[in-house]
């Protein structure tokens, strides 16, 4: 079945970096675009990014362009998401999630969650 | 940016009851709409897509309907496992969620 597992997250200086991991298994990873939604606390869900299978196209929200860069590595079956700069309003659970096979769509199977806390 | 606009924010029901939650986008979609439901400490699980078209495994007291700008999901008789938070999500021109309707237990 499919399985997405995140690491990575935790508690961040303003100004600082930090990288989120999204393990995939279950189905064949090159196949489908893979998002990143975040939600602040208490609040409802946000588009960050996404990644297309190849990886030859990817987008972000203008809320994290120029801090945020989406990667994967379909030879290992991992997502990634670097932030830099990072933002009080950058605090949120982030997860991963996989999308369409032919373009970026719904979300069909997400991580569990990962909570990056940005404070100093 | 498309603004999804959902109503109520809460709906507080009884089991067994039949409910309908909205979604009216700021512009037209076409049919390119999601709904998840969200329950506490999880993350959200997929329920309708393309407006109408239940996911795999979803049963089948949850419905989706509309096109255009407006959207209704369906719950025919609400079980204990549905309460809930839900959320609409368009996919037409880049990605907005609603900010969520909770369903509460009357």
């Known amino acids: 079945q499919v399985q997405l597992v995140q690491s990575g997250g935790g508690l961040v200086k303003p100004g600082g970096s930090l990288r989120l991991s999204c393990a995939a298994s279950?189905?064949?990873?090159?196949?489908?675009?893979m998002t990143w939604v975040r939600q602040a606390p208490g609040k409802g869900l946000e588009w960050v990014s996404y990644i297309s299978g190849s990886a030859n196209s990817s987008y972000h929200a203008d809320s994290v362009k120029g801090r945020f860069t989406i990667s994967r590595d379909n030879a290992r079956n991992l997502l990634y998401l670097q932030m830099d700069s990072l933002r009080a309003d950058d605090t949120a659970v982030y997860f991963c999630?996989?999308?369409?096979?032919?373009?970026?769509?719904?979300?069909?199977?997400w991580g569990q969650g990962t909570l990056v806390t940005v404070s100093s | 940016e498309i603004v999804m606009t959902q109503s109520p924010a809460t709906l507080s029901v009884s089991p067994g009851e039949r409910v309908t939650l909205s979604c009216r986008a700021s512009q037209n979609i076409n049919s390119n709409l999601a709904w998840y439901q969200q329950k506490p400490g999880q993350a959200p699980r997929l329920l309708i897509y393309?407006?109408?078209t239940r996911a795999t495994g979803i049963p089948a007291r949850f419905s989706g309907s509309g096109s255009g700008t407006d959207f209704t999901l369906t719950i025919s008789s609400l079980q204990s496992e549905d309460f809930a938070v839900y959320y609409c999500?368009?996919?037409?021109?880049?990605?907005?969620f609603g900010q969520g309707t909770k369903l509460e237990i009357k």
């Open positions: 999630a996989r999308d369409g096979r032919y373009s970026s769509t719904c979300y069909n199977s």
């Open positions: 999500q368009q996919y037409n021109y880049w990605y907005t």
């Open positions: 393309d407006a109408f």
């Open positions: 279950g189905f064949r990873f090159s196949d489908y675009y």
